[in-house]
């Protein structure tokens, strides 16, 4: 019996992603915002050369982490991912805080994004109320997750191939300005070596500090690539789509953040202030439509708008599809009411989908009221959820390995193998420690200190620590022994 199949009739998730969809969530998910807009900023804070860096190391972690996930996925293909594994290769609490941790990591951002989608038509349509757009937005995200996994695979297929097309064009374009062909003059490697008049020169800029709180802002422009673990619980073929997905992700993430980097780098000075104003509300300012602009082609702002729009949609996309997942799986295990279990005819977790949308529309119209703290408070909070995440995925993979050759497992029978193990993941582990407890470290250098900066900065790790103890100590659980780790159960 072939167990790819799709299962209508079993109360199962439908396996109905198909190798385009794989290969488009996993690229998708690394291209956002952080690309378009904090790409800038980050040139600007840290200059070419640091940013460079950041966006590497990241890079790196990103592709070890990748890595490790899909040699667990593509033996144990479950829509839980990494808090699957968490609670069978090291701590059944682990796995609750993992799983509730991504959750709301994912509702606050759908949130974020429907804020920045309705900013974004605003540029166009200077009157209109943003609250009205952003309320359609999230009906038809809603809608279409509503309809099958595969009309979210296929959503996203569109989402992700208009930024790949964008990025392409960008890059071309930025090169040949670079070389003088378009857009005037080539600036050569000045950008590389000017100085501010302040004591900072290119290409590094405010030295290691600088760099360290670009780690934070470089990593989680990547965050949503570790969506294809929790999809290959849906994919046709998980041991072929999930490594064909994975590999090419260093690739992709080589050409893309580090080609348009370089690009920008070339061409706009760190020097430059319209890098700093670089919100969705100044949609000017992001460094593509700079570069654009520069370029001669006509309506450069309004294309990047639309791109950008497309962008923050597909984020939102992915945001209601891995957190209607992630709390579906939880609810299978029990770590989540029973009734999150519930799938509608097409294989949808129509409840889990129903829980996500509304704690993202509640944090979203929480933002319209008085200030916008609430809404302050979430999304800073949601902001460093994905290293502990990260970090989780590192954690499971080590065990995972250590648990299979305990068991007397050939290593040569894993269906995908991660590359530089041990290496791969004790690094990820390293680095992901040092961008939680050091990437924030500006709430410490403020000339006073602020309460509310360091709780709504810092606060999400404490509330971790208080899912993982509060849990073990209500269910007694305990480090999983090497030999009980679960490696036979796969869904179906």
Not at 132 to 146: D, E, T
Not at 273 to 286: D, F, H, M, R, T
Request: net charge positive.
């Amino acid at each position: 019996m072939n167990t790819n199949l799709e299962t209508k009739n079993h109360g199962e998730l439908q396996r109905s992603l198909k190798t385009r969809h794989m290969n488009m969530i996993a690229i998708g998910g690394a291209i956002g915002t952080g690309l378009f807009f904090t790409s800038g900023n980050t040139i600007s804070s840290s200059g070419p050369g640091g940013a460079i860096l950041a966006y590497g190391l990241m890079g790196i972690l990103v592709y070890f982490l990748m890595t490790s996930l899909g040699e667990m996925a593509t033996m144990i293909p479950s829509s839980g991912s990494f808090e699957t594994y968490a609670s069978r290769f090291v701590d059944p609490a682990l796995g609750f805080a993992l799983g509730w941790n991504y959750w709301f990591n994912w509702a606050i951002t759908v949130a974020a994004e429907l804020v920045a989608a309705g900013l974004v038509i605003k540029y166009w349509l200077p009157n209109t109320q943003t609250t009205f757009w952003s309320v359609g937005f999230l009906i038809i995200l809603f809608c279409l997750n509503l309809m099958s996994a595969r009309a979210y695979g296929e959503g996203e297929y569109w989402f992700s191939s208009i930024k790949v097309v964008t990025i392409i064009i960008f890059l071309v374009v930025g090169i040949l300005m670079i070389f003088g062909i378009m857009g005037g003059h080539s600036t050569g490697f000045s950008n590389w070596t000017l100085n501010d008049g302040k004591g900072n020169s290119a290409p590094f800029v405010g030295g290691g500090v600088a760099i360290l709180m670009s780690f934070l802002t470089a990593g989680f422009s990547f965050a949503g690539t570790e969506v294809v673990g929790l999809a290959a619980g849906e994919s046709e073929n998980p041991e072929k789509d999930v490594p064909k997905a994975i590999n090419s992700v260093f690739w992709r993430i080589l050409i893309f953040y580090i080609g348009a980097i370089i690009v920008i780098g070339f061409i706009i000075p760190f020097t430059d202030p319209n890098l700093l104003k670089n919100g969705v509300s100044e949609i000017a300012y992001s460094p593509f439509t700079i570069v654009f602009q520069r370029s001669g082609i006509a309506a450069a702002a309004s294309i990047m708008n639309a791109v950008i729009l497309t962008s923050v949609l597909s984020c939102g996309n992915s945001g209601l599809y891995a957190g209607s997942r992630m709390v579906y799986a939880m609810a299978k295990e029990g770590k989540a009411p029973k009734l999150f279990a519930k799938l509608n005819k097409r294989g949808v977790p129509i409840n889990a989908l129903i829980l996500t949308a509304a704690v993202a529309s509640t944090a979203f119209f929480a933002s319209l009221i008085g200030d916008g703290k609430i809404y302050y408070i979430l999304y800073n909070l949601s902001g460093i959820t994905i290293f502990l995440a990260w970090l989780g995925i590192a954690i499971c993979h080590y065990r995972f390995r250590k648990a299979y050759a305990a068991q007397g497992r050939k290593i040569e029978d894993l269906k995908y193998k991660a590359l530089w193990y041990p290496f791969g993941p004790i690094f990820a582990m390293i680095l992901c420690v040092v961008v939680l407890f050091g990437a924030n470290i500006w709430v410490f250098q403020a000339e006073t200190f602020s309460w509310f900066d360091f709780i709504t900065n810092y606060g999400v790790i404490p509330i971790f620590l208080c899912l993982y103890l509060g849990y073990k100590k209500a269910n007694n659980t305990k480090v999983v022994p090497l030999m009980e780790c679960d490696f036979e159960h796969v869904e179906k």
